[in-house]
């Protein structure tokens, strides 16, 4: 079984523990790695939470949720940066377990996107719940190709009928 859940959960955990990543290195090779693989967390992360999101919701409400979701989105990706510019020098003056100034931020960031991770997937619930389409293998699935007639309803659906 495969579903918006699964994916959400690991890409949280993940994107919890970048900026503890950031701590132990000051190696640009390390750094450039944890980057390319913070990338690929984000992407399944903001894929997942939106996937998410409008499945959860009535058919009616997709158009002011997509709204909502972006705006508030928005909003999280202006204000995180902004408050933990504004708490460098509070850390400055008062280091957290050996960490001061940035890294003490990237230590805090990284303890709070864990608990907040913990405390959220706890509560969440699969609306729907996707099973894998295997019966025979992608490249003979899709050697099955009619140019003339289009793709098949049975190469994206998994089964047999009309076309697209």
């Known amino acids: 079984m495969f579903g918006n859940k699964?994916?959400?959960v690991s890409c949280t955990l993940f994107a919890s523990l970048v900026p503890l990543l950031w701590l132990f290195t000051t190696n640009f090779l390390v750094l450039a790695f944890i980057e390319i693989f913070s990338g690929f967390v984000w992407a399944g992360l903001d894929l997942s939470a939106f996937n998410y999101v409008l499945s959860s919701v009535n058919q009616e409400r997709v158009p002011s949720t997509i709204?909502?979701?972006n705006f508030f989105a928005g909003l999280a990706r202006f204000l995180g940066p902004l408050a933990g510019a504004s708490l460098i020098p509070f850390f400055d003056a008062s280091p957290v377990?050996?960490?001061a100034g940035i890294p003490a931020v990237f230590l805090v960031s990284g303890i709070?996107?864990?608990s907040a991770a913990a405390f959220l997937t706890a509560s969440l619930h699969e609306e729907r719940l996707l099973v894998p389409y295997r019966k025979r293998p992608i490249l003979i699935r899709f050697s099955h190709l009619h140019p003339s007639r289009a793709l098949t309803s049975s190469h994206v659906h998994g089964f047999k009928g009309g076309s697209i």
């Open 6 to 8: 699964i994916v959400l």
């Open 67 to 69: 709204s909502n979701y």
């Open 97 to 99: 377990l050996g960490f």
């Open 112 to 114: 709070a996107r864990l």
